[in-house]
């Protein structure tokens, strides 16, 4: 016999269904339960913290101008309720663009350079605050300023009025004023070439570039804006010098007669000056000194004018400057030497041509006049002078040459030499015939042998006595 059993249920009890529920899913539970409270948690907080943020004010202050090149400084004051705010970081802005960020001190307040090299005009600064959790975000009102352009002065060392032109960077050509200086505005910061055009030469003046002040020779300088705002240039300035010549008494003296001139400065430059000119010479010198260049006048030397080999002035005595277009006159030590050639026994005028030796060697010969005379004009010195007149011979005579003088230059001529050999030959005659008295007393016999009757008696000279020997003879 079987037992019987009852069929069991696979569903489970609610009984069963709870007790597994309250053991697993009571955690999760609790987590929803905290979620929901910290999502109402949240906004409740935010509304609180909001209701604590504070409203902010910025200000800001700048130069009302400030020149081209100068970096302006912005200050800001951060204020909340009137009190300020520190650390807080607040952008400033040039224009649209921020250009830097700065934070607050414990004043509020902050400083900010503007770093930019701005051109010249005006530009507006702000400041902003973008806002924390404890402050509201705030923007300052719009500050305004003006770069100024600076000057840029250029001048020239001597003044030269009208001169140089310049070029400043690309623009137009500019002139110097009157008082030889030329000013430009500069608007922006940079490097800015200066170039030098002089002028063409003239005929009373040309112009040449000594140097700039920091010593270049190039006519084009590059300079940086605003850091130098001075340039000066030192030009040469030339002028035409021609020369006159005149001797001791101021009569001219032919150009072509004196070929060269030697000429010195005031720095010992020696230099020779061909012909008469005209020469252009510089009327200054540039010097650089601690206090810029300076210009100073030149003053020339006449060192030597050679006539055949000999310098007819006084070394270093004459001077003169080249300050304008002018003619010297040069006074020459040279003197009228007048040459008379006589016959050397009758003093009477005869030659023609005289040789003039000069120190040097040189000979140079001059045609006399139908008086025997010729002038020269000769500088000092010793010369050797011999007149040549055919048949004769010439006696050289020596002249020191110191004035204006005459000189008598012999030669022994032909007539001279006749009358010489004439009286010689009388001479010799008359000693021969002084030397044969009987010739004369026989002619004398002879002439009295011829005549018509007896002539006077001839004187009777007394006979020679014995002269007297007074001398004391030695008794026997």
Do not use: C
């Not at 902050?110 to 010249?120: G, N, Q, S, V, Y």
């Not at 050289?396 to 005459?406: E, G, H, I, M, N």
């Amino acid at each position: 016999m079987s037992a019987r059993t009852e069929p069991r249920s696979i569903q489970p009890s609610s009984a069963a269904r709870a007790r597994r529920f309250g053991r697993g899913s009571w955690p999760a539970l609790l987590t929803v339960i905290a979620l929901v409270l910290v999502a109402l948690a949240i906004p409740s907080g935010t509304a609180q913290a909001a209701s604590h943020k504070r409203t902010t004010a910025l200000s800001v202050k700048v130069p009302a101008t400030v020149p081209l090149g100068v970096h302006p400084v912005v200050s800001i004051r951060f204020t909340s309720g009137g009190k300020p705010v520190r650390g807080q970081l607040i952008s400033v802005h040039l224009g649209a663009k921020v250009t830097q960020q700065v934070r607050t001190a414990a004043d509020g307040t902050a400083k900010a350079e503007i770093t930019r090299d701005l051109p010249a005009g005006s530009h507006s600064v702000t400041a902003t605050f973008a806002g924390t959790a404890r402050y509201y975000s705030t923007a300052s009102k719009k500050a305004t300023f003006t770069v100024t352009p600076v000057e840029l002065k250029i001048a020239t060392v001597p003044p030269t009025a009208g001169i140089p032109l310049l070029r400043v960077g690309g623009g137009a050509p500019l002139k110097t004023g009157a008082d030889g200086t030329l000013v430009v505005k500069m608007t922006r910061v940079g490097r800015v070439a200066l170039k030098l055009a002089l002028p063409a030469d003239d005929a009373t003046r040309q112009i040449r570039l000594d140097r700039w002040d920091d010593g270049s020779t190039d006519p084009t300088r590059t300079i940086r804006v605003p850091d130098t705002l001075n340039a000066v240039i030192g030009l040469q300035i030339l002028h035409p010098v021609s020369f006159e010549y005149l001797t001791s008494d101021g009569a001219p003296i032919a150009p072509a007669e004196v070929p060269v001139i030697g000429v010195s400065d005031d720095t010992g430059k020696q230099q020779d000056l061909n012909g008469p000119g005209p020469h252009w010479l510089r009327s200054n010198s540039i010097t650089r000194l601690t206090t810029g260049l300076s210009s100073s006048l030149v003053d020339y030397r006449i060192t030597d004018v050679p006539l055949g080999k000999i310098n007819a002035v006084n070394r270093g005595q004459q001077r003169f400057s080249a300050s304008e277009p002018q003619t010297i006159k040069v006074g020459l030590l040279v003197f009228n030497l007048v040459v008379q050639g006589r016959d050397a026994l009758l003093k009477t005028p005869t030659g023609s041509q005289v040789t003039i030796t000069y120190p040097g060697g040189d000979k140079h010969v001059l045609t006399l006049d139908k008086a025997g005379s010729a002038t020269k004009s000769l500088s000092r010195g010793a010369y050797l002078i011999a007149i040549d007149g055919g048949l004769g011979i010439p006696i050289s005579t020596p002249v020191a040459l110191s004035r204006d003088q005459q000189a008598d230059v012999l030669i022994f001529s032909a007539l001279d030499m006749a009358l010489v050999g004439g009286v010689g030959l009388i001479l010799v005659a008359g000693l021969i015939l002084l030397g044969r008295p009987h010739v004369f007393r026989r002619r004398r016999r002879q002439a009295t042998d011829t005549s018509d009757g007896p002539g006077p008696p001839l004187p009777q000279w007394p006979e020679p006595v014995a002269a007297r020997d007074w001398r004391q003879r030695p008794k026997p």
